[in-house]
């Protein structure tokens, strides 16, 4: 039972072959065997689990369909969830109990889903590795001496293993690609802007979108179906129509037009990946494809600039986060600058507090125009590149990561290390576009990702062309033994 | 540049975090590093290139000017760490 996809349980659901409860108290049985060897869940809840199974299977019985109806997922622990820890994988929130649900927690309540608990992830969403977590480093189901990727490695291990078909992640700098492609999954990160950021814990709010993982495209395309969409609540989001994301996955590949960047193919590619990347390249062909060459000149300067508007964009969301409102309090506080200092200083990480000083540096007094305004119009020469290379192609096909999963503990002696890993996914945030990753192979036992990313609102183009190269391939079928 | 010590006791300042004193060294030293990352943008020529702060460049939607929201404030203060009276309890700021 564990073994299906999302897409299989709604048709299993729809024909009466087993209830969300029955399946929702196998999943939950897994996890309390399983998990333990992953730590991919801060919090499991099992009793709301179990009431909204119980509710989806009446609703299906008094004549209710939709394809979220009964389907298990597992939040990220930073969308808010009314009533239940929201700990952000922080000692900061470790008791705070959010006071509402988020937009994306709400919508896909409201499409029937069942949340079978929240998960780990890097404290503050601030890591590649799921190392910085309060709660301890989730464990790779591929390897458990490897990292599962970050900052949503708790979604990614977790579908990964089987323990559920599909969770949400966020990605801020490829925190739902990255980690989906270090545990052979398929993450979509959509267009800022496309899914609701209310209730979603803020890191870099120009930067921070939701978006699905799962083990198929097509699965993606349900998730993200529940996701997408206007909130009001959301100031960023946009008033843009959702297109019938499961409608559009067959279409035909025939004549696609495939840009690969030759800035791509550098140094710090593993060679490996560089293969299997040229193999999806070729599969694609045969499916209709044509490929060309394409350059994305600034792509060497996402990083520095990434560090910049990133951490500055958390300092400022992360005060208020002061030991007066909710979460961490120090105790005995000798006056209100203590109360501030003591609480943070105990109730933040380590990468956390680097993160908050280099953005409380680079925007202050005499530092804005050479660091954050800088960064900015860096940002504009990145989003110029894809324009440029949209006019000539459909999609851009690359890497998702330079390396397959490291070792825990592998990169913590130098934070720049593991800033480094990120540097095929950080454009599309700073550009806004949306971007997915998807199996395409393995190096020596561990995962490897494509990415492929595309014009602002065609999530449908990616989920299509991922759906189809999943017909003719096998990789995302392939699951990782002991699990 | 390099920040030294005064430096990050600044910036921790400002942030208001409290640093432990034998993490410092090791706090200014990947700062440093990071920083180090950073300044590569300042090679980059971006003359005559206008700042993007939202990929989009929408602008911020307004809203009919009435009351839309209803007080919250029990729900808020039963996750605080201190209150009294619907009041928000901190140290004593004045004498």
């Known amino acids: 039972m564990h073994q299906m996809t999302l897409a299989e349980i709604a048709r299993g659901l729809a024909d009466k072959k087993f209830s969300s409860e029955e399946l929702t108290r196998t999943l939950l049985a897994r996890i309390a065997q399983l998990d333990p060897q992953l730590n991919s869940f801060i919090t499991v809840t099992e009793d709301l689990a179990i009431t909204q199974a119980q509710a989806a299977d009446a609703r299906r019985a008094a004549g209710e369909t939709g394809a979220l109806l009964g389907a298990p997922l597992a939040h990220k622990d930073l969308f808010c969830t009314k009533g239940v820890r929201t700990s952000c994988a922080s000692k900061m929130l470790d008791n705070f109990k959010a006071p509402y649900d988020a937009t994306v927690v709400a919508r896909l309540a409201a499409a029937g889903t069942v949340t079978l608990g929240k998960t780990n992830m890097d404290e503050f969403a601030m890591g590649s590795a799921n190392e910085s977590s309060h709660y301890g480093a989730v464990k790779n189901p591929w390897n458990l001496q490897h990292v599962p990727g970050g900052s949503s490695g708790g979604s990614a291990a977790a579908v990964a293993a089987r323990l559920l078909p599909g969770a949400t992640g966020t990605d801020t700098g ?12 398929t993450g979509l990160k959509p267009t800022y802007g496309r899914v609701s950021r209310w209730g979603m814990i803020a890191y870099a709010s120009s930067l921070d979108q939701a978006g699905p993982m799962a083990r198929t495209a097509e699965d993606c395309a349900l998730l993200l179906q529940g996701m997408a969409g206007f909130d009001v609540n959301d100031s960023t989001s946009i008033d843009e129509p959702v297109p019938d994301y499961s409608a559009g996955l067959n279409a035909s590949l025939q ?25 999806s390249v070729e599969e694609l062909k045969k499916l209709g494809a044509v490929v060309k060459e394409i350059s994305l000149p600034n792509l060497q300067h996402a990083i520095p600039a990434y560090y910049v508007i990133a951490p500055a964009e958390a300092s400022s969301n992360l005060s208020r ?24 200083g105990e109730g933040f990480g380590p990468e956390v507090q680097r993160r908050i000083m280099v953005g409380a540096y680079a925007l202050s007094a005499g530092y804005y125009d050479a660091y954050y305004l800088q960064a900015q119009k860096i940002r504009r020469l990145i989003k110029n590149d894809f324009m440029n290379a949209f006019a000539e192609v459909d999609v851009i096909l690359g890497p998702t990561t330079p390396n397959p999963a490291w070792k825990i503990g592998a990169k913590n002696a130098d934070p720049i290390a ?28 561990l995962p490897v990702g494509v990415q492929l990313l595309a014009p602002y609102f065609q999530e449908g183009r990616l989920l299509n062309v991922a759906h189809q190269y999943q017909q003719v391939t096998d990789w995302h079928t392939r699951s990782p033994a002991g699990f | 540049m390099a920040l030294d010590r005064s430096d990050v006791e600044k910036i921790a300042h400002l942030a208001r975090l ?18 180090g990352l950073i300044d590569q943008m300042q090679a980059v020529d971006t003359t005559g290139i206008e700042p993007l702060a939202h990929p989009l460049e929408a602008s911020q939607r307004l809203r009919v000017d009435a009351v839309t929201e209803i007080n919250h404030r029990d729900a808020y203060q039963a996750i605080a760490p201190a209150v009294q009276d619907g009041l928000y309890l901190v140290p004593k700021v004045l004498d």
Request: with cysteine.
């Open chain 1, 321 to 344: 986060f002061d030991g007066v409102r909710f979460g961490y309090r120090c105790e005995d506080p000798k006056d209100l600058t203590d109360l501030y200092k003591r609480s943070r």
């Open chain 1, 418 to 445: 593991e800033y480094l890993e990120d540097f095929y996914t950080i454009t599309a945030n700073l550009a806004g576009l949306p971007g997915l990753s998807m199996p395409a192979g393995f190096a020596d036992g």
């Open chain 2, 18 to 35: 409290g640093l432990n004193d034998a993490d410092i060294p090791r706090t200014t030293e990947a700062l440093n590093s990071i920083l």
């Open chain 1, 174 to 185: 490829g925190s739902i690609r990255q980690p989906a492609a270090l545990t052979n999954l």
């Open chain 1, 255 to 279: 004549g696609l037009r495939i840009g690969v960047p030759k800035e791509y193919f550098s140094a710090g590619l593993d060679p490996r990946i560089a293969d299997l990347v040229m193999a």
